[in-house]
């Protein structure tokens, strides 16, 4: 059984910075695409930040720029940089694995999922 844990989320100030990280349990770590998804209140899930086995990346134009997404694979972990938050970026953030290589944006191709972590931003 896989387990995806993400850790790191908290209140900031606007402007601030956060760096998410997502342990996953196993040892194919390294074979998996991972993502970063959000959820604000209201609104519907998101991913925000993708990498694939190889490091290729994508991101959602709303945090392209400000976020960054990396991994390490002696750590088993993918985390999510956060720079210059917003308000608007408030979400419980979630971490997700997929058994593939490939980036996807897609959140329903992956296969694991953490509970996620809230993030507050305040104004």
Request: glycine share 14%; proline share 2%; with cysteine.
């Amino acid at each position: 059984q896989v387990q995806v844990v993400e850790s790191g989320g908290g209140l900031v100030q606007a402007g601030g910075s956060l760096r998410l990280s997502c342990v996953v349990s196993g040892r194919t770590f390294s074979d998996y695409a991972m993502g970063w998804s959000r959820q604000a209140p209201g609104k519907e899930r998101e991913l925000v930040a993708a990498i694939g086995s190889r490091g290729s990346t994508h991101y959602a134009g709303s945090v392209k720029g400000r976020f960054t997404i990396s991994r390490d694979n002696a750590k088993n972990t993918v985390y999510l940089q956060m720079n210059s938050l917003r308000p608007e970026d408030t979400a419980i953030y979630f971490c997700a694995a997929g058994r593939f290589a490939l980036v996807s944006t897609a959140g329903q191709d992956y296969d694991f999922w953490g509970r996620g972590t809230q993030v507050t931003v305040s104004s």
